[in-house]
């Protein structure tokens, strides 16, 4: 037999259940933000990565955006620095730069 009762009659559960809410909805919200932010970054380093190549080589190779995307954000600002100081960037060029391991 489950037992009933109000909050009316039990304030203090009324009080930990909004401070608990409280709470949880502000860590999911932190939570969701940054993740966000994250991908968004993501996103961001990779469009930049990308217009850089094209402008550089004039096409993007088909393998590229799949190599960038699986790259951490270390690797893109790396591999960015890479292209943007490159003289003269080829297609071996730029395999060579999207491969290196950091030093």
């Known amino acids: 037999m489950a037992v009933e009762f109000t909050l009316e009659e039990y304030p203090l559960y009324d009080e930990a259940f909004a401070k608990g809410f409280a709470v949880g909805h502000a860590e999911g919200f932190n939570r969701g933000y940054a993740k966000g932010f994250a991908v968004g970054y993501a996103k961001r380093q990779t469009k ?3 217009h850089l190549i094209e402008c550089c080589c004039g096409s993007v190779p088909d393998h590229v955006p799949d ?3 699986a790259g951490s954000n270390e690797d893109r600002d790396r591999w960015l620095k890479a292209i943007i100081g490159a003289d003269n960037l080829t297609t071996a060029d730029l395999d060579a730069i999207l491969n290196l391991q950091p030093s």
């Open 48 to 50: 930049s990565l990308l």
């Open 67 to 69: 190599r960038i995307l």
